[in-house]
């Protein structure tokens, strides 16, 4: 069943089909944090495009945390799944302890991840916006949702894998939409990975600082227990 060796193999797959934008000065290539980020380095490597990331907190289901009920993202941004909530009997509560729970770690890694840098303009720019894969997209569309209010002129929601009913709402969102695979029955985003392991604070630290040197510069990053 697997398509892809890593995330690093499954971004330079995805920066082929985004190869028309190689050295487009209009083009910002942002990754979700966490697991987008390695595929999104990847992209902007091989596209010679600035990188930046933006950082997307999935709402997990109390006692199901891999279940989305909904995302948020920074600037008080989020999308909520109202039939899951009602379908799952999720109280206001448990929504509210959520919400703020997850708030206190976008605001955590924001601050490790940039490390003092501010986030990249995107005014008028063309923004491909990566993640590691899509199953109901809850991240992707609250990304999409974010970005507008900071005047992109399009975003290409880029992915290497997701359902085809999945890719089809996010053309209702993004002004381009490219995955790779689109599996009937899918099941679930690392199954279709040789190695599917957690991306950490540090690998994506680490690739970030290679923002300081320029697209052009951007090498292969190493990060130590890789």
Do not use: N
């Not at 990754?31 to 600035?50: C, S």
């Not at 945390?65 to 909530?85: K, N, T, Y």
């Not at 890719?167 to 199954?191: F, Q, R, S």
């Amino acid at each position: 069943m697997t398509a892809f060796r890593d995330r690093r193999d499954a971004g330079q797959k995805l920066a082929q089909r985004l190869i028309a934008y190689e050295g487009d000065p209009s083009v910002v290539v942002l990754g979700l944090a966490r697991g987008g980020v390695p595929i999104a380095y990847e992209i902007a490597r091989r596209l010679r495009v600035p990188l930046d990331v933006l950082v997307v907190r999935k709402l997990g289901v109390p006692g199901h945390p891999e279940f989305a009920m909904g995302a948020i993202a920074s600037g008080e941004l989020e999308v909520i799944d109202a039939e899951v909530v009602r379908s799952l009997h999720v109280s206001t509560a448990e929504l509210e302890e959520t919400r703020a729970r997850e708030r206190a770690e976008l605001a955590r890694r924001e601050k490790t991840f940039r490390a003092g840098r501010p986030p990249a303009d995107v005014t008028g720019r063309t923004v491909i916006l990566v993640d590691d894969g899509l199953a109901t997209g809850s991240s992707m569309k609250v990304a999409i949702t974010a970005l507008r209010t900071r005047h992109p002129e399009r975003i290409i929601a880029a992915v290497p894998i997701a359902p085809p009913e999945t890719c089809l709402a996010m053309h209702e969102l993004a002004d381009d939409v490219i995955c790779l695979i689109t599996p009937k029955h899918m099941y679930a985003v690392g199954l279709w990975y040789e190695d599917f392991a957690q991306t950490g604070d540090d690998e994506v630290h680490a690739l970030l600082a290679a923002i300081a040197r320029g697209p052009s510069d951007m090498p292969h990053v190493h990060v130590a227990g890789r």
